[in-house]
C-alpha cells in the first residue's frame, strides 16, 4: 500500500491557460474525493467519486472545472482558463468506504497562476 | 449547509503541557474525523470518530454526537506534535472541514 498521489506536486500556469492534476487513490479503495485549500482555510470539498461515478459536486465548482475517474482507478481534475483566484493547493484523498469513511490524503498539488 | 466550528483558533504550548481542542457541528452527523496537517501541508488522519471515544498512543478523542461536539486531546504533548488540526464532518459523500486549530509546541 503506497497511499495517495498526486502529480504534478507543483504547477505554475499563466492566466488563461488549462491545467491538469492526476490523482492515484490507495489500491482498491472504491471512494476518491477532491478538495482545495488555501492559506490558512480548512480543505474545501470539491467532488467526490464511488467507483467510476460522479456522485457529488460542491455547488462553488465553476463550469470551469470537471473531473474524471475513468474505470474507477485513477481521476483528474481539470481545469480551463485558469484565473488567479484558482491559485490553490488541491487536494486527492480516497477511502475504502467498508465499515469506515477514514480518507486518506495525497501529498497535493499546488496551482500558481499568474 | 453544515457549520463547523473548532476552537481555540491558536495555541502554543510548551513541550510536555496537555491540551483539549474542540469541535462543534450545527447537524447530525454519520461522519466526524480528525486530521493534523503538518508544517509541511500532508494531512494525516488522526481518527475517524462519529460517536464515541478512541485512544491512540498520546491522544485521544470523544464525540458526543447528541450534543453536536468533539474533543481531542493531546497528552504530552511534543515539538512535532505542532501543525494545524482539523474537524471534518458530514457524511460519506461530502466533509466539510473546520479552519483548523494552529499548534505551536515550544521545547
Known amino acids: 500500500d503506497t497511499g495517495v498521489s498526486q502529480n504534478p506536486r507543483h504547477k505554475i500556469t499563466k492566466r488563461g491557460q488549462n491545467v491538469t492534476f492526476r490523482c492515484d487513490p490507495i489500491?482498491?479503495?472504491?471512494?476518491l474525493y477532491w478538495y482545495r485549500q488555501t492559506l490558512g482555510q480548512g480543505p474545501e470539498f470539491l467532488t467526490y467519486f464511488q467507483n467510476e461515478a460522479q456522485l457529488e459536486k460542491s455547488r462553488l465548482l465553476s463550469d470551469r472545472f470537471s473531473a474524471e475517474r475513468p474505470k474507477g482507478s485513477f481521476s483528474t481534475l481539470e481545469i480551463q482558463r485558469t484565473e488567479q483566484g484558482d491559485s490553490a493547493m488541491y487536494l486527492c484523498?480516497?477511502?475504502?468506504?467498508?465499515?469506515?469513511?477514514?480518507?486518506?490524503f495525497g501529498p497535493g498539488t499546488r496551482l500558481t497562476v499568474l | 449547509g453544515i457549520q463547523v466550528e473548532q476552537s481555540p483558533p491558536d495555541l502554543i504550548l510548551q513541550e510536555g503541557a496537555n491540551s483539549t481542542l474542540r469541535c462543534n457541528f450545527s447537524?447530525?452527523?454519520?461522519?466526524l474525523q480528525w486530521f493534523h496537517q503538518n508544517p509541511w501541508g500532508q494531512l494525516i488522519n488522526l481518527f475517524y470518530i462519529p460517536s464515541g471515544t478512541k485512544q491512540n498512543g498520546r491522544l485521544s478523542a470523544t464525540t458526543v454526537a447528541t450534543e453536536r461536539y468533539s474533543l481531542l486531546y493531546i497528552s504530552s504533548s511534543q515539538t512535532t506534535d505542532s501543525g494545524v488540526y482539523f474537524c471534518a464532518v458530514g457524511g460519506y459523500q461530502k466533509v466539510t472541514f473546520g479552519i483548523g486549530t494552529k499548534l505551536q509546541v515550544i521545547p
Open positions: 484523498a480516497s477511502s475504502s468506504g467498508a465499515g469506515s469513511d477514514t480518507q486518506y
Open positions: 447537524d447530525s452527523v454519520n461522519n
Open positions: 489500491s482498491e479503495h472504491n471512494r
